[in-house]
């Protein structure tokens, strides 16, 4: 399974954008990007998931590199409750589907 | 509107007692999974399986077994608990293409 590399933490100001940025340089074509985020001690939370186009939902976008080999997850409108480690994670739908959890980012939502 | 449930919460068992983690999912999810999440760290994968009756191994499955016996539970037990087995256990499941569904943990403690 392909590995990711993120940066250990960021800080982003409450209302503005946060980009999350994600290397996968090793992504094979058949691997998926996806994006979790736990809060606290919680389950993890499923936010996005994308193959080579880019993907919006209501929580979030995912901006893949036309090469897949990095990735960046775009929160819109920070808010503090978006405070979290946030996993970026390459999987194989046709094995399993394993994820492999790197350490994330921890991001800090600040005022 | 269930989801996945993890049976018990809390657990504190001594060295080498036994016991068993339930996952229960009400979405009829052929994938099931397990993994654990020691403090400050991304979650690993247990077992894993992708479908009634069968099961496979994940990154560290050394001193736990599985079964699948229902589709809609998976069972994670410890023969002989060992005090590196504290932890933090995280049941996921996940149908065709969509994306893992978790749990809330289970936090295990092993004096």
């Known amino acids: 399974d392909a590995k990711t590399t993120q940066p250990t933490s960021m800080d982003c100001a409450e209302g503005r954008a946060a980009n999350l940025p994600c290397n996968h340089s090793?992504?094979?074509?058949?691997?998926?990007v996806y994006w979790y985020r736990q809060i606290h001690s919680q389950g993890p939370q499923y936010i996005i998931h994308?193959?080579?186009n880019n993907e919006t939902n209501e929580m979030a976008s995912l901006i893949i590199t036309e090469d897949r080999k990095s990735s960046t997850l775009i929160l819109p409108h920070a808010t503090l409750r978006d405070t979290a480690v946030y996993y970026c994670?390459?999987?194989?739908?046709?094995?399993?589907?394993?994820?492999?959890f790197g350490g994330g980012t921890r991001v800090l939502v600040k005022p | 509107n269930a989801g996945v449930t993890q049976t018990p919460k809390f657990r504190v068992l001594k060295t080498g007692q036994s016991m068993t983690l339930l996952c229960a999912q009400d979405m009829n999810h052929e994938y099931m999974y397990w993994y654990r999440q020691d403090p400050g760290m991304g979650l690993r994968l247990i077992h894993y399986s992708v479908g009634e009756g069968t099961t496979a191994k994940g990154e560290v499955p050394d001193g736990y077994n599985v079964s699948r016996l229902k589709k809609q539970n998976f069972l994670l037990g410890l023969e002989s608990a060992a005090p590196s087995q504290t932890s933090v256990y995280f049941c996921a499941s996940l149908s065709g293409q969509g994306p893992q569904h978790f749990g809330d943990g289970t936090r295990l403690s092993i004096l």
């Open positions: 994670i390459v999987g194989n739908k046709a094995a399993g589907n394993k994820l492999t």
């Open positions: 994308g193959l080579k």
């Open positions: 090793t992504i094979s074509g058949n691997e998926y």
